[in-house]
């Protein structure tokens, strides 16, 4: 898994005005959301870009609906809460 990355969304939510629940929810949705990328080809594009930022997080949404899981993750929570390139 992509363990720098982790670190710096964890850092970037210790400083949201946010519950401790709110913090752990999304920390562990884009824990799934990194451990599902990291299998893919151009994960580290996905990482980077934004064009395909958005593409993964679609092959990611499609992958669960394939798996039968109830999607709680949202597109939206994903891409405003995944930007790494804003954790500063």
Not at 18 to 42: A, E, I
Request: hydrophobic share 40%; aromatic share 12%; glycine share 6%.
């Amino acid at each position: 898994m992509m363990l720098n990355e982790i670190e710096q969304y964890r850092e970037y939510l210790s400083r949201l005005p946010v519950s401790p629940h709110t913090r752990r929810n999304y920390l562990g949705r884009v824990k799934l959301y990194l451990g599902w990328l990291s299998g893919s080809p151009g994960c580290e594009k996905a990482l980077l870009e934004p064009v395909e930022r958005d593409f993964a997080v679609h092959d990611y949404k499609v992958s669960l609906l394939q798996l039968g899981r109830s999607i709680q993750i949202t597109v939206f929570l994903l891409l405003v809460n995944f930007e790494l390139r804003q954790f500063n």
